[in-house]
């Protein structure tokens, strides 16, 4: 008789990734501590994954500069969880529509926050770009053109 084996159903990597995920998690609860304790209007998850990411800046400009890798059993969590991201909106769909009455009585608001908060977005991101096309091109040398 064969003995059970509770990872059977899923992919080898599985106990690497619950590390990575307790890892995400860890930083998301740091992230909600440093909300709650210092009063920011930022959600924690924000502020957990802003650490994470100067953690992990920091560890490979210390460890391996030539070679800036996220550690594979993050690097690998993170695809499957960034694989997944459409299930994690079904939360907030059920919550949309659970409130449908409330949208119907204040859709203008809605409306205004969500259309100028995606002109200020493309705003935003047409003039950093603008910015960075224009210095990156100036000192790339173009073919034919002599300077």
């Known amino acids: 008789m064969e003995r059970f084996n509770a990872f059977a159903f899923?992919?080898?990597?599985?106990?690497?990734?619950?590390?990575?995920?307790?890892?995400l998690m860890l930083f998301e609860l740091f992230g909600e501590i440093l909300r709650s304790a210092l009063h920011i209007a930022v959600p924690g998850p924000v502020i957990g994954m802003l650490l994470l990411a100067a953690?992990?800046?920091?560890?490979?400009r210390r460890e391996a500069p030539l070679n800036p890798e996220a550690p594979p059993a993050l690097d690998k969590t993170a695809g499957v969880l960034l694989q997944h991201l459409g299930l994690l909106f079904v939360?907030?769909?059920?919550?949309?529509?659970?409130?449908?009455?409330?949208?119907?009585?204040?859709?203008?608001?809605?409306?205004?926050?969500?259309v100028g908060s995606t002109?200020?977005?493309l705003a935003a991101t047409g003039?950093?770009?603008?910015?960075?096309?224009?210095?990156?091109t100036s000192t790339v040398p173009q073919e034919g053109v002599t300077p």
């Open 10 to 23: 899923f992919p080898p990597d599985t106990p690497v990734m619950i590390g990575a995920i307790f890892i």
């Open 55 to 60: 953690v992990l800046v920091w560890r490979y």
């Open 91 to 114: 939360p907030a769909g059920v919550g949309i529509i659970a409130e449908a009455s409330l949208l119907r009585q204040e859709w203008m608001p809605i409306l205004v926050g969500v």
């Open 119 to 121: 002109v200020l977005s």
């Open 127 to 136: 003039l950093v770009m603008h910015h960075f096309v224009r210095n990156t």
